[in-house]
Each structure stands twice: as structure tokens, then as C-alpha cells.
């Protein structure tokens, strides 16, 4: 079992930026895939950004790429989402993700095993 606890979501004004943090317990960090996610009201969760356990992957969907990055710190237990250029369509409950069987994966939910259970990013115009 693993917990996972994000930190760091708030109000920011377009063009703003956030760093999100999410730590994990247990040993096995290192080995881990870690992901993030958001769900915005009325719509489906949707894969923002991964990365590989030793940190030299990374992928980002469309929407994200250049603006976000993904970073991990494997003595902390902590992976972070640095969050640039922020738009109002960024605005949704960002989510955390362990996976323990894919190296980077695809952004497929079903690569992850455990959750965290979010934190609030809202981006004013």
C-alpha cells in the first residue's frame, strides 16, 4: 500500500505559476512511475505528466507540454509538477499516481496503482 498526499494547489491569475508536490510513503519509491492527472468539474479525468523512475523519461500530453515539468526528488519520496504560463482551462483537482508495472507508459490510468486524493489548482482570468 502506498499513500500519496498533494500539496501546493491554490488560486493564481492567468499567465501565474505553481509548484505541486506530492509525497509518497513506503521504501520503494525509486522504483515507482509517477504520474499526474486533473479533473476539471463535469469532465473526465485526463493524464497530464509522467515520469520514470530514475527520472530520465518524461511525457507530457499537448496541452501541457513546454508550459509544465515534471521532476522528482527519489531521497524526499516526492515528485513535483511545476506548473508555468497557467490558463484558466488549467483550473482542476490535481491528482498524484503511483504505477509499479510500466516504465513511463502511455498516460493510461489503468498503468497506475494508487492515487492521491487531489489538490485544488483554479486559474482566474
Known amino acids: 500500500q502506498v499513500q500519496l498526499v498533494e500539496s501546493g494547489g491554490g488560486l493564481v491569475q492567468a499567465g501565474g505559476s505553481l509548484r505541486l508536490s506530492c509525497a509518497a510513503s513506503?521504501?520503494?519509491?525509486?522504483?515507482?512511475?509517477m504520474g499526474w492527472f486533473r479533473q476539471a468539474p463535469g469532465k473526465e479525468r485526463e493524464f497530464v505528466a509522467s515520469?520514470?523512475?530514475?527520472?530520465?523519461?518524461?511525457r507530457y500530453s499537448d496541452s501541457v507540454k513546454g508550459r509544465f515539468a515534471i521532476s522528482r526528488d527519489n531521497a524526499k519520496n516526492t515528485v513535483y509538477l511545476q506548473m508555468n504560463s497557467l490558463k484558466p482551462e488549467d483550473t482542476a483537482v490535481y491528482h498524484c499516481a503511483v504505477g509499479s508495472r510500466v516504465y513511463i507508459g502511455a498516460g493510461l490510468e489503468n498503468e497506475y496503482d494508487y492515487w492521491g486524493q487531489g489538490t485544488q489548482v483554479t486559474v482566474s482570468s
Open positions: 513506503g521504501r520503494a519509491f525509486a522504483t515507482y512511475l
Open positions: 515520469i520514470s523512475r530514475n527520472a530520465l523519461h518524461t
